[in-house]
């Protein structure tokens, strides 16, 4: 592969994604400057093994891959961020704070929702844990199939569905703490 | 529904449908249920509004300027 056709490629197929992975990049750092730190390292890493890369298939997977590979593997390793204890993979049927069983359905309505701004989403998704976060941003925000996070993430895809299921809940069990100290109720509650 | 948890086996059901992830088979069944119990429609609804509102409220980050020519340079650099 020539220089005029690794530069077309990474002009048409990687560099589309660069506002994708910063998001990406940022939630899993949680700083801004390490954010960008990791998306250059993700590109560079893109560039050294461009010719392992299909032409015209998943790129924004395959960068994704990249980069959670690049924060796991040589990011954290640093130190550049405290790593957190994961217990939620270890503990099924924790109770959260609110009493919430986290392998049961949580209810938060539409209504709650409607005044929280993209502030208070980003803590919310902030405080899970790194595999949490890392489902419901993979998912929810940038549109990955199951099977695609399974491999980006290198999991199988029965455990996307759990880690899914209960990175939701946490999720909404932590919006709806938000929306209520705004004074926003579930109204059937009290019907 | 209230705050009631509901059976897991249909939470899952529901999300899997949300995230598009059922059978064939399996999603006609569903949408089957669905329409048999307003519920279960409501919980769907539910679901697919949560979805989109974190899409929506996640900001998109933007790369910039300078970001893209310091990855072009070390790329240059080490070519």
């Not at chain 1, 204890?85 to 009493?99: R, S």
């Not at chain 1, 999720?171 to 926003?184: R, V």
């Not at chain 2, 949300?18 to 249920?33: A, G, P």
């Amino acid at each position: 592969m020539d220089r005029i056709e690794k530069n077309r490629i990474f002009e048409k197929e990687f560099a589309v994604h660069a506002d994708a992975l910063l998001t990406f990049a940022y939630h899993l750092t949680l700083y801004d400057s390490s954010a960008e730190d990791l998306v250059q390292e993700t590109f560079m890493k893109a560039w050294r093994f461009i010719e392992k890369y299909d032409q015209g298939t998943n790129a924004k997977a395959w960068l994704f891959t990249i980069m959670k590979n690049a924060f796991i593997n040589d990011y954290r390793k640093k130190g550049k961020q405290p790593k957190k204890v994961d217990i939620e993979e270890a503990i099924i049927t924790l109770d959260d704070d609110n009493g919430t069983p986290l392998n049961s359905y949580v209810d938060l309505r539409q209504e709650m929702l409607e005044n929280l701004m993209g502030d208070e989403v980003t803590m919310a998704i902030n405080s899970l844990s790194l595999d949490s976060r890392t489902v419901v941003l993979l998912c929810d925000v940038e549109g990955f199939t199951y099977e695609e996070i399974a491999k980006i993430t290198d999991v199988p895809v029965g455990t996307v569905r759990s880690r899914l299921f209960r990175a939701r809940n946490m999720l909404k069990s932590k919006l709806k703490e938000y929306a209520e100290n705004f004074g926003y109720t579930d109204k059937r509650k009290t019907s | 529904m209230g705050d009631q948890p509901i059976q897991q086996s249909l939470a899952d059901k529901i999300s899997l449908f949300v995230d598009d992830s059922l059978s064939k088979e399996d999603k006609m069944q569903f949408i089957s249920e669905m329409q048999n119990d307003p519920a279960i429609s409501d919980m769907v609804a539910q679901e697919k509004y949560f979805k989109n509102f974190i899409k929506n409220k996640v900001p998109r980050r933007k790369v910039s300027p300078n970001l893209i020519e310091g990855i072009m340079r070390n790329i240059d650099s080490t070519s």
